[in-house]
């Protein structure tokens, strides 16, 4: 039998090697279920869940096997894409601007918010005129970038109403989809794909939420959510909270409806991505005393 000892730094590690670990202890070493849940400070009854899938896999591990699993390493521990620049360049360099209907370089300023948003900062503040694709940029290319780089990830994005929140998610779900939108030998979806069950978009696919194939999480949230600035928030937690435009000037008139913005995204909207997580504020100035 493998020795497995007590990993003072487990509680650091990402929720699925934790569950791995957890479920080592249980299996190979006879520790009970709840303590070796309370060692790796993850849920007892998510753990059971765990095992039923995992426990027979498990008991035929070596000593030396890596401890994360082999189905789960190549998505969460070694994939490895371009940078942001070199990646959307790839994939999205032939769009055109819907206004003049010819293709742009990406301007320096669009470098500078990949920068910012991929950088170590856990808040960051994205201010910018209308018509200069902040929300191109942040609520739909980064998030398309961060499913890419991890399909556990969860993104939940919050706009000034659902419905504009939502448009955001129908631009995500085309370029997880439609292999129209890129050119031939440069497909997204079949470079890193595919993130539709069975290449649909109906199954955990809906107008606010939806789960993308190569999900290995024993997490419920979804891979990406959208809601209206003061929704109630579905689930438990998220990777990454943005914030789009959420001010207008119909919403900005009343300072004490600015100071109900404020509770809702520090009581209820950053209370689902811990202190570990990013929050992001893109948007543009509507008035003097503005959130």
Known sequence: MATIPADPAVRSWSTERRYEYAGRLHVLEGW???????????SRPRLTEWLKENRARIEGLGADAPLVSPRVAPIIE???IPPPDEFYEYYFGHWVC???KVHHPDPDFHKEMRRAVRGDAQRVLINLPPYHSKSTEISVKDTIYE????PNSRTILVSKSEQMAKTFLVSIKELL???DLYLPGRDLIDDWGPFAPNG???EGWTTTSIFVQGRV??????TVQVL????AIYGRRADTIKFDDIATLENQRNPQRVLEMLEWIDKEALSRIGRTSRAIFVGTRVAPGDI
């Open 78 to 80: 070694t994939r490895r």
């Open 147 to 150: 499913i890419v780089s991890n």
């Open 177 to 179: 989809t439609n292999h």
């Open 32 to 42: 009970t279920q709840k303590r070796a849940a309370e060692e790796c400070g993850i």
């Open 217 to 222: 999480t024993p997490e419920k949230d979804a």
């Open 228 to 231: 209206g600035v003061g929704s």
């Open 98 to 100: 819907p206004d003049c």
């Open 200 to 202: 649909q978009r109906q």
